[in-house]
């Protein structure tokens, strides 16, 4: 279905409607277009960078590249952000893999496993005496992310519908945390800039 006719000879039957090549080629039509649909969906801002047509260019290049191999179609596009860094043209503006990286970490974010937090009068009433043996794990949508440019500032700007202007580099790597928060039925997103001491 994904190119090779020969080898699905006889066993796509035509219709009266359409023959059989005509048949095998809405499948392979469709199977991109709903690959497409994925990556639109997890990488939206991406795609209003881009704009549609270079966005389907990009798109139909990680597709060639990197079949779905995952069960789920939730999970395609887990590659994107590598893709865009080490492929022309879209290498040649680093702050495009760092926006897939974003957009990707914050779907994942609110598809991770769930978990209470602990709140901090629980943390505040554990004894002295415990504290040198705690082992403390993390929530499991957190994810801590060395942004290079001015990429959550530029994503902020734009879905708040205000100017963005360009990513700026950075002086140097800023750390920041993406995390889910859920109050009752209610999730929801974060992200923040982390200090060193608090990234470390």
Known sequence: I???DAAMAGKVRATAKADAATLLAVYRDGYALRLLEALETNFSTLKQVLGDE???TLGRGYIA????RHFSIRWFGDRLAAYLASTAPWSGTPALAEL???EWALAGAFDSADAPPVAIDAVAAIPPERWPGLRVSVHPSLQVIDFHWTV???WNALNAGEEAGAPAQRDEAVPFAVWR???GDERQNFFRSLDPAEAW
């Open 54 to 56: 270079d966005f389907d």
């Open 181 to 183: 928060f859920d109050q």
């Open 2 to 4: 994904l190119g090779d």
């Open 152 to 154: 959550p500032e530029f």
């Open 100 to 102: 897939a990286r974003l």
């Open 65 to 68: 590249a990197h079949p779905s």
